[in-house]
């Protein structure tokens, strides 16, 4: 089955030229031209790869990044004029010159889909699926909304450890802001319900009153 590729770029001569350099039989190409565009396809067609033209004008690279990272899309491949000047926004894509020819950039995703990732993280009794947003524990699965799957993610990524309240707030709702934390305290509560016996008294997921949260790995 070929790998499913999004190819987001303004300029539609751009994605047109990005997309007839790949093979067919193995790839299955989409293309959007704005964020909302990009954002949109990859909720609804979960694309194996994405590939970023960084040099499109009107697009917030670094914001829209973050929100396929956060979403668990695998692969973000920016094409730049000048890599370097790229900065954290790429969370850990790989990025690559504009001038990387059609050959050479076939080759990387390749590898790069060789090497993702798996699409389930499975700490103690929960196994998350990152691909469905559902998780599991015992019997039980569940849907999960798209900040309560962020927020699972987050947690299982840092299993064990105390993940503060500012630390959730910067990373789920892009704020530093800690003046209302309602919004959290609500979908934790929601969370809790999906995947605690009790969400009145979580054994999962704990709170540590002045430090933050920590999801147990027993």
């Known amino acids: 089955m070929p790998a499913t590729v999004l190819i987001v770029a303004n300029d539609k001569e751009v994605t047109t030229n990005l997309a007839t350099s790949f093979n067919k039989k193995e790839y ?5 031209h704005s964020g909302r565009q990009a954002l949109a396809q990859a909720k609804a067609r979960l694309p194996d790869a994405i590939i970023l033209d960084s040099t499109s004008p009107r697009l917030s690279v670094k914001r829209l990044v973050r929100s396929l990272h956060r979403s668990s899309h695998p692969i973000l491949i920016l094409l730049a004029q000048n890599p370097n000047r790229i900065d954290g926004g790429s969370n850990g894509a790989l990025v690559l010159p504009k001038t990387t020819t059609p050959k050479k950039l076939s080759q990387r995703l390749r590898s790069a889909l060789d090497n993702r990732p798996p699409r389930e993280m499975k700490v103690g009794a929960l196994l998350l699926n990152v691909e469905r ?6 019997t039980r699965t569940h849907k999960l909304t798209p ?8 947690f299982m990524e840092n299993a064990g450890q105390i993940v503060t309240r ?3 707030m910067q990373e789920i ?3 530093d802001y800690l003046g209302d934390t309602r919004t959290l305290d609500v979908h934790m509560r929601w969370l809790r319900e999906k995947i605690e016996d009790d969400p009145n008294k979580p054994k999962l997921l704990v709170t540590l009153r002045g430090e933050g949260y920590r999801l147990e790995t027993k």
Request: net charge positive; aromatic share 8%; charged share 40%.
């Open 166 to 168: 500012k630390k959730l």
């Open 133 to 138: 947003r559902r998780v599991t524990r015992g």
């Open 147 to 154: 900040k309560e799957f962020e927020l699972l993610k987050l």
């Open 173 to 175: 709702w892009d704020t």
């Open 28 to 32: 299955s190409i989409l293309t959007a």
